[in-house]
Each structure stands twice: as structure tokens, then as C-alpha cells.
């Protein structure tokens, strides 16, 4: 899978985001999609995912009740809104293909997307 992340851009506290993931290849409708990102000086994390026939969505409670993830087959997407943004949201956010037994990148896939920078201003 091949991902292109877009929507990012700079808000303030309390304002909400949507960003898509374009995947293309590979069978993108055969995986699970996650959502990762990483803050300035800390590693990447994940924080959101939904199954491949998007019946299903877990969040970690960082951003439980504020994120909502969606995804189209047909289109190949996933989309992720964000609402009630806080500072600390602040980071560059990736989609990808994820093993839902380890909550990484999938093992079957290597590289990741550009990503795109989210900022939340107080």
C-alpha cells in the first residue's frame, strides 16, 4: 500500500480537522488502516484504526470521543476527523496498513507516507 495523507494545516484549541488518506495497491480493502503520529522529539504512535471492512474502529484514550475514522473501499480512503483539537495534538500525522496483534506498521509493507503536520495553537 502506497498512502498520500492530506488535511493538515494549523488551528486553534477546540477546532477540528479532517484528514484523508489516499492508498493505492496492493489490496489496500484486505488491511486494517491506522492512524499514527508523532509529536515533536517523541517516536511515532498509533492512535486510531478501523478494520478492513470498516465495521469496526478502536481509539486510544488520547483522543477517544474526539476522532472518528472512516474509510471507502471503492475510493480507497480512510478519513479521520478530529474535533476538540488540544496543544497537544500537535504533530505529523500517517495513515497506514496496520497489524492489528502489535498495533504497528503491517508487517508486509516498509514505507511510510510524508504525512501531514497538524497544529494546535492555545
Known amino acids: 500500500v502506497m498512502v498520500v495523507e492530506t488535511g493538515g494545516g494549523l488551528v486553534q484549541t477546540g477546532g477540528s480537522l479532517r484528514l484523508s488518506c489516499a492508498a493505492s495497491?496492493?489490496?489496500?480493502?484486505?488491511?486494517?488502516m491506522g492512524w499514527f503520529r508523532q509529536a515533536p522529539g517523541k517516536e511515532r504512535e498509533w492512535f486510531a484504526y478501523i478494520t478492513w471492512s470498516g465495521a469496526n474502529t478502536l481509539y486510544t484514550d488520547s483522543v477517544k470521543g474526539r476522532a472518528t475514522l472512516s474509510r471507502d473501499n471503492a475510493e480507497n480512503t480512510v478519513d479521520l476527523q478530529m474535533d476538540s483539537l488540544l496543544p497537544e495534538d500537535t504533530a505529523v500525522y500517517y495513515c497506514n496498513a496496520i497489524s492489528l496483534a502489535t498495533r504497528r506498521l503491517h508487517p508486509a509493507f516498509h514505507s511510510w507516507g510524508q504525512g501531514t503536520q497538524d497544529t494546535v495553537s492555545s
Open positions: 495497491g496492493h489490496m489496500f480493502n484486505n488491511y486494517a
